[in-house]
């Protein structure tokens, strides 16, 4: 593989000089890219395996799956699939090599840059799942983040729960509490009104609701429309 590549100063602001290997892959990307159109390839693109850039980076197949995928998160290039191998695109590859469509004309494409052999075409279960990772990654950290946000808002209920004068009923309380976008601020701040209110102080209390009923609805009656419409707001934040 012969000739050269212009690239702009621009490139310098980018994320990539965080880390040196992901700088390396981009440039190891920038230069692989075809310079235009070719067997199904557009400008930018290029056909790769993990084997293939194993041997051409001398890393190991995680270690270019991780600093893929933070080259993809960055937003500098994206992965996909043809004909059982990898497509790697260098997003923006025009900008960044200062490639006019007059200057990719003038290259001849040689059978040294592009030769198609069984190596390109190679496509391992990994190379395969390289995308379906990038995706479930993304789901686990969701699925993790909802999570947590699940297991804080039950700790949330138990403090609730222990301050509500009638316990009973509990599984069926934490159902409706998991149900409401109200905070756990305004639900306390409607519970602590509601005991001073009439109602519960009459008879020693023989008029308090169980939890899920007060859950159910019956919170609102204790707490101001404005101060409810502000966690709503905050919430779906």
Known sequence: ?????????????????????????????????????????????????????????????NGIKAHLRNLIAMGMISVSENTGALVITVINWASISMMTEEDSACHAMTPACHQTTPARHEMTAACRDMTAEVSQHDTYQKDNQKERQSVNRTQQFELWFHEYPRRNRKSEALKAWLKLDATAEVLTAALRNAKCSSQWLRENGRFIPAAVKFLDGDWENYVDHEETEASKAWTEY
């Open 1 to 61: 593989m012969d000739g050269f590549i212009k690239v702009s100063r621009k490139l310098l602001d980018s994320a990539i000089w965080n880390d040196a290997y992901d700088a390396a892959l981009f440039f190891y990307c920038l230069l692989r890219a075809s310079h235009n159109r070719y067997e199904g390839l557009e400008p930018g693109q290029f056909y790769s395996s993990f084997p293939s850039m194993m041997k051409g980076l001398g890393w190991s197949r």
